[in-house]
């Protein structure tokens, strides 16, 4: 596909497919203001860190299947089956997917919103690295997380650390200044996740600080019978 053709796709036909290949940044989302926001592709890319691990030991303790949502490359799907834990991360990236299929990880190249194996069967599910901004309707992103969740499933996100509730049109940067698509993108602090999340279905169980980032644990009780 030409990167002149009006059909590009974000994250797909994007300097952030480039850079899953290689590893390395630097890469923002612009917004049309001129305002940038940093992805940090190299933490990405690398082993999961201490924060990370957060994620991770709370998922290891659940003991339940695990999905991903918006994996990247593929580091924590990765981690959780290196210890033992079924998991499936999904991302729209084929690079990023790739990357994840060679640390030994097991994903799809997917939209989150297209069908899923094993929907309503995850124990638990993630939204990590600012993922709850994917489709920039965290409304919808929220529903149909539930919708993927068994009865009494929990959702670990990774949410900003300031009070805000944006809803942008970005698009990802490069060094160079070349730019992919326009998107929608959403940035949500603890507060506004948490009127959402409760308009899903969801209640907050544990909300917790790492090393700079912000999470919230919610448990979702299933459909009313």
Do not use: K
């Amino acid at each position: 596909m030409s990167l002149l053709s009006p059909f590009r796709t974000p994250w797909v036909d994007d300097p952030f497919a480039e850079a899953m290949r290689s590893g390395t940044g630097p890469l923002w989302l612009r917004r049309a203001d001129g305002h940038r926001y940093p992805l940090d592709v190299e933490r990405w890319c690398a082993p999961p860190d201490a924060a990370d691990r957060t994620l991770l030991l709370r998922c290891l303790h659940r003991r339940l299947p695990t999905i991903d949502l918006g994996c990247g490359p593929g580091r924590l799907v990765a981690e959780l089956q290196a210890y033992g834990l079924p998991a499936l991360g999904v991302d729209v990236t084929r690079t990023a997917v790739d990357r994840a299929l060679g640390l030994g990880g097991s994903a799809l190249c997917r939209s989150v919103f297209d069908r899923l194996p094993g929907e309503g069967r995850w124990g638990t599910a993630l939204l990590a690295d600012g993922n709850l901004g994917i489709g920039g309707d965290p409304g919808a992103l929220l529903a149909r997380t539930a919708e993927l969740l068994a009865p009494g499933g929990v959702l670990l996100v990774e949410v900003e650390p300031a009070d805000l509730d944006d809803r942008v049109t970005v698009t990802v940067e490069d060094a160079a200044g070349r730019c992919g698509p326009p998107f929608s993108w959403a940035r949500l602090g603890a507060r506004a996740a948490l009127v959402q999340a409760a308009a899903a279905g969801f209640r907050p169980t544990d909300a917790w600080s790492a090393h700079g980032r912000h999470f919230l644990a919610l448990h979702h009780p299933g459909p009313i019978r």
